[in-house]
């Protein structure tokens, strides 16, 4: 088996602050270099080391924060923490998890599109020459990734999203969008956890919760998972504000 530094020889490793570690898998977003940083975020949280309190994956960097006290009690080889933990990251055995992110199913995200949920349908589908149901359609028609999460707890930025209903941001940002409601910015589609300031084109929004301190996880996603938005009616965002 070989190790992560053999795995990913392209890989970079550089100190972010006294208590932070960055791996650096490239410079682009991508796909494959999404992979690379799940996979090294999972091999990472199933072999803690001393003085580990967590990792943040982005889009194409895994950020691992530390206690450097605990960390340079540690028995990890190495001089001091930096050096500690890069040898350790690096000599950790990579194994294949290809089969388990293949089988992975999505999470179902229901949307009601248009009218006070969704007050920039209309403009969006003006923009690209299409009809509301146009958009609604190549909207909930793709797969989406989560690259990373981000902006606020719990926001997911969707990489996946079908390059016709690329959008720019609105010229003059929202001093309040609504938690749940789902925007285009670019080449990307993302949910709003909670209400904050924002400058995305929104054209639905989601009755789940997706950021909720009282659950185990409380980001409904996390990087690496896979999204699919379905269109629901008025009466069922309804419903399911009341399960």
């Known amino acids: ?10 890989l970079a490793v550089y100190p972010l602050s006294e208590n932070t570690i960055t791996l650096q898998f490239g410079t682009s977003i991508s796909a494959d270099i999404l992979s690379q ?10 072999k803690p080391f001393l003085g580990f309190i967590t990792t943040v994956p982005a889009y ?57 949920h969704g007050p920039d349908l209309d403009e969006v589908a003006t923009m690209h020459n299409m009809s509301d149901d146009a958009v609604i359609n190549l909207h909930s028609a793709a797969t989406y990734t989560v690259y990373m999460i981000g902006f606020v707890p719990g926001f997911a930025y969707l990489g996946g999203m079908d390059k016709a209903l690329a959008s720019p941001r609105k010229a003059t940002p929202r001093t309040a969008v609504p ?40 980001s409904l996603l996390k990087a690496g998972d896979l999204v699919k ?11 399911y504000q009341t399960i």
Request: hydrophobic letters at 30%; aromatic letters at 12%; proline letters at 9%.
């Open 60 to 116: 194409s960097t895994l950020t691992v924060y530390y206690d450097p006290l605990q960390l340079f009690k540690s028995k990890l080889d190495g001089l001091h923490g930096f050096q500690k933990l890069s040898n350790y990251l690096l000599s950790l055995p990579v194994p294949d998890y290809q089969s388990a992110e293949t089988n992975k199913p999505p999470v179902i995200i229901p949307i009601y599109y248009g009218g006070d």
């Open 37 to 46: 940083v799940t996979k090294v975020n999972q091999l990472i949280q199933e």
């Open 1 to 10: 088996m070989q190790t992560l530094r053999e795995y990913y020889p392209h």
């Open 179 to 218: 938690a749940g409601s789902v925007g285009i910015a670019g080449e990307q589609t993302g949910v709003y956890p909670l209400q904050t300031p924002g400058g995305w084109q929104i054209i639905g929004r989601t009755p789940l919760s997706m950021f909720d301190v009282t659950r185990n996880q409380p």
């Open 229 to 239: 938005f379905e269109a629901i009616t008025e009466s069922e965002f309804k419903y």
